[in-house]
């Protein structure tokens, strides 16, 4: 069982940027592609974005592509994702996953985190 810790939240300006940061408890992630999701108020979750174990795959939706980036560092084991250039749009609950490779945590994640709220004023 993996347990996913996100943190990194917050409330910013439109054009603001943010990090978060997902790491897990008690286990080593090193081996899963992590992604991120998100949901906001009345909306089902949606992928924003994937990374494969070893990083060197990523994965992103359109809406944020070249805005956000996603990251890790095996070494700290920790996944982070950069988002910049914020929009009110982006406001969400984020979760972070793990899975087997990129198509599998996209589309049926073996693992959540708890989310962490995201909030973008305008």
């Known amino acids: 069982q993996v347990q996913l810790v996100g943190s990194g939240g917050g409330l910013v300006q439109a054009g603001g940027s943010l990090r978060l940061s997902c790491a897990p408890s008690g286990r080593t992630v090193s081996t899963y592609a992590m992604g991120w999701f998100r949901q906001a108020p009345g909306k089902e979750r949606e992928f924003v974005a994937a990374?494969?174990?070893?990083?060197?795959?990523?994965n992103y939706a359109g809406s944020v592509r070249g805005r956000f980036t996603i990251s890790r560092d095996n070494g700290e084991n920790t996944v982070y994702l950069q988002m910049n250039s914020l929009k009110p749009e982006d406001t969400a609950v984020y979760y972070c996953?793990?899975?087997?490779?990129?198509?599998?945590?996209?589309?049926?994640?073996?693992?959540w985190g708890q989310g962490t709220q995201v909030t973008v004023s305008s």
């Open positions: 990374i494969s174990s070893g990083g060197s795959i990523t």
């Open positions: 996953a793990a899975g087997r490779n990129t198509m599998a945590v996209k589309d049926a994640p073996d693992y």
